[in-house]
């Protein structure tokens, strides 16, 4: 892999006809990466009581883990809860938890529960990804509108918030957006939609996805406003094998939108799918999850005015990896109304709190947003969503873990409640399979994620 071509990618200049704002971090601000900030941006101390320092985090695998694609070793498996949180004791612990969590403790209070486990700050990245973020620092930019970027690539855009509040916001989002996954990811897992009686049935699909932001052999002129491409086929039930989806995910989705298709086996048609993002409903999903639910969120920010609240200390899912070990059985991990506690693993982080609330006049089922974004990694970890009478309605809920094989913090599973409905969805199951996620530096052919290949791909 070209690693150098990534870390000197520098500056980008994608063609969007609004104006760029111009950076505002100065060369010796940035250089707080290297000193009282972690190269991400997080404060590197603790907090001197149950936060720790930041210590590097992860950096090598277990001697447990011996191939890629292996469902990985707990390396926290002899840590056991310091507390539990229940809905008798939860006034106790409620300045640390979301809006959401309490809800889910008064819509289920027999059986939801918060094991809390000893921080582990664990969140660790390559460090050619590292000095890219240190790069991006004194040299990303938000649009105007703040609706793309410039000047960032191959790690955070902007590890160092700054600007106005809204601006601050934005910063923060964008990081999720492009936050470190990988360069290719392999994944064959399944999802489900658990109804009110716990009966679900699986949706199996093989999904594959090019980090376009990382890519090592291009430089920034071979960016073309493209963050990732994104394929997936679905393998079961019989009624839906055989589609295919394909995204050709674009930076600026205002000036550029996303290009999606969609195969259908039946017809045995490629066909363009404009409808797939924002607010519309995902059928596998039961829907449970519209299309910017998918990966906590993502494309355009421009139906929404946008608050940077601050830096809080939460409890959030994290070093979740009880919770996708071999061999553990979906009935056994997906409850009747909510994911087995005992399969679950909070700790108290520090996160960035945004809060998104929709514009006068743009539509969207969910009226305000509330993201709880881990400091260490930029991974949203929860969000609260509000229906269109200022209700809490959904709390969305990523399991957040090393996979230290990259290294890199990313999910085991999404999970989407719906507090009105008494239902939940869950994503990326794979615990059954015989592999989970498989990460290699693979650049496809351009041909690859392309809509002439997506019927090949879709009937296999």
Known sequence: MNHKKIILGGLLAFAFSSTSVHAEVSAAEAARLAKDLTPFGAIRDGNGKDIPKWDGGITEPPAEYQRAGQHHPDPYKA?????????????????????????LFRTYPTTFKIPIYETRRSHSAPEWVYKNTAENASRAKLSKDGNGISGAYGG????????????????????????????????????????????????????????????????????????????????????????????????????????????????RRVRRAPNLAYDSPI???????????????NGAPDRYNWKYVGLKEMYIPYNSFESAQAGLKYSDLLGISHVNPTYTRFEKHRVHVVEATLKEGARHIYSKRVFYIDEDSWNIALIDQYDGRGDLWRVSMALLKNYYELPGTWTALDVFYDLQARRYHVQGLDTEERSTLVFTNEVPDRRYFSPQSLRRRGKR
């Open 156 to 267: 955070i855009p902007f590890p160092i918030l700054h600007g106005a509040n809204d601006r601050q916001a934005l910063q923060a989002i964008w990081n999720h957006l492009t936050r470190w996954r990988g360069i290719f990811v392999t994944r064959r897992a399944a999802e489900a939609a658990i109804q009110r009686n716990g009966e679900y049935s699986l949706v199996n699909s093989q999904q594959e996805v090019f980090w376009n932001m990382y890519n090592p052999e291009i430089d920034h002129k071979g960016l073309k406003n493209t963050l990732f491409y994104y394929l997936s086929f679905t393998i079961s039930p019989a009624r839906l094998a055989g589609g295919a989806v394909l995204v050709h995910e674009t930076l600026d989705q205002v000036e550029e939108p996303r290009q999606a298709w969609g195969y259908n086996a039946g017809q």
């Open 283 to 297: 059928a596998g999903a039961d829907n449970l999850r519209t299309a910017d639910d998918t990966d906590m969120f």
């Open 79 to 103: 840590d056991k809860p310091i507390a539990t949180i229940t809905a008798q004791n939860m006034d106790n612990y409620s300045a640390y938890m979301t809006e959401g969590l309490k809800a």
